[in-house]
């Protein structure tokens, strides 16, 4: 059977928010999709990540940090063809060409998410927050979803306990295989939250925060992530997100 040629598109990085190109540090949003389309890419999706690009690019003003969301080419991964992770890989070289050698973090939702776990092993990326992640279950799809690429990287998943349309339990495994070789792995489960993290939407924004500017402003660390990237599994990968997360940061 001839295989259908796909439309022509290209993928997109969208404009900064935040510092320009004297920037220090550059987050790479990349929204969520489906398991197979070839529809173009989704503006809702788009637009559920806005609220982190905004929030990033205002706290990290004085670190000089930059965000851009990844528009992708298709609405979705489209089996072995992963047709978002390639465009993160563009992105990442239009970050090289904009900034030059400066740090990056791979920030994820759903389908997203998979995609940042899977384009960690570029040069530039020195840390990945995988928002309920959307991954396969290797039981049946026969292999495990890859690791390696984040060795040397600092990472941060994010899961609801009551998501339904992810697996949480999937995330906690890949997670536990990372951990096995990356020490720098840490999970925290917002316990009786969905897919979208809507119920502790604040928390949750609160912890990509931190996570984010300690990885690439030389931020400390809320004192939960310390203690999540130090213990041993299953403590550290399954780390509660309390409720009021980040409140006494601001003090």
Sequence with gaps: ???????R???????????DRSAQGV???????RAVSTRRRSSRAAAAVLPLARRLARTGAGAELATHVVHYRYRGWNGEDAHPVEDVEWALEQVVELYGDIPVCLAGWDMGARAALRAAGHPAVVSVLALAPWLPDHREAGEPEPVRQLAGRKVLLVHGTDDEHTDPDLSYRLAARAKKTNPDVCRFEVHTDGHALRQHRGEVLALAENFVLGTLCDHDFARPVVDALAAPPPLGLRMPLAAGFGRSLRH
């Design 27 to 33: 987050v790479l949003l990349l929204p969520g999709g």
């Design 9 to 19: 598109r290209d993928a997109r990085l969208g404009r900064a928010f935040g510092a």
């Design 1 to 7: 059977m001839t295989r259908q040629a796909l439309p």
